[in-house]
């Protein structure tokens, strides 16, 4: 199984909801990421999970607010959003491993639109 | 700070080749990798290079030159399925931490 996947697919908000992103693989990866991707623009690095703890956090404002429960999860948690935050939102893993580099396993997003 | 560059679009011709440049700035990169993403889809990794030289995967090679900060990505017999845009990204960390490039639409035209 190499498969990333990530629920809901499509989300819709107001500026006052609480929502949650989800995403799974069972790939046994131990390094997990959410990324951001407005259209026509490359991916951009939100936050960092590696062995379930935050290890990078790219300065995102505290209404993206991530959790890791275990090795196969990983959840963002969305609050007071602004229209602005209207993105794809995208989840990847990887292995970690001192030897060399392994490629990201990226999920197929999730498209949040912040009414 | 961190950058890598790319040419916005390409076009090319089904059979032809093409190549996708990468040009950067920036210190303490392990390797740069490529990555294929259709229109609507995920992101999916396409090659690596963490020494200079040329890698070659299938109808797709990649190189890399460290002493002049640049990349490319080498599309042969380009098909119609290849329009896509394409994205560098210089890998950095022991997270394996991606920054991505600005990203090239390729256009594959019959």
């Known amino acids: 199984d190499t498969e990333v996947t990530q629920t809901p697919k499509h989300l819709v908000m107001g500026m006052t909801n609480k929502k949650s992103l989800k995403c799974e693989q069972h790939?046994?990866?131990?390094?997990m990421y959410w990324y951001k991707q407005k259209a026509k623009k490359p991916p951009e690095l939100m936050f960092v999970?590696?062995?379930?703890?935050?290890?990078i956090n790219e300065s995102v404002p505290s209404r993206f607010s991530p959790e890791c429960p275990n090795s196969s999860l990983l959840n963002l948690h969305l609050h007071a959003l602004q229209p602005e935050d209207s993105a794809l939102y995208l989840c990847a893993s990887t292995e970690l491993t001192t030897s060399g580099y392994y490629e990201q396993y990226f999920g197929p997003g999730t498209r949040l639109t912040v009414t | 700070g961190q950058s890598l560059e790319q040419p916005s679009e390409v076009t090319a011709v089904e059979g032809a080749i093409v190549q996708i440049n990468c040009t950067y700035q920036t210190s303490g990169f392990y390797g740069l990798s490529w990555y294929q993403q259709h229109d609507g889809g995920a992101p999916t990794f396409l090659s690596y290079?963490?020494?200079?030289g040329l890698e070659e995967t299938g109808r797709f090679s990649s190189f890399l030159s460290r002493s002049d900060s640049y990349g490319y990505l080498l599309l042969q017999e380009l098909q119609m399925k290849d329009s896509a845009s394409y994205f560098c990204a210089g890998l950095g960390g022991a997270t394996n931490k991606l920054i991505f490039g600005t990203g090239t639409l390729l256009a594959v035209q019959p």
């Open positions: 290079n963490a020494l200079d």
């Open positions: 790939m046994g990866h131990r390094a």
């Open positions: 999970y590696s062995y379930e703890k935050l290890s």
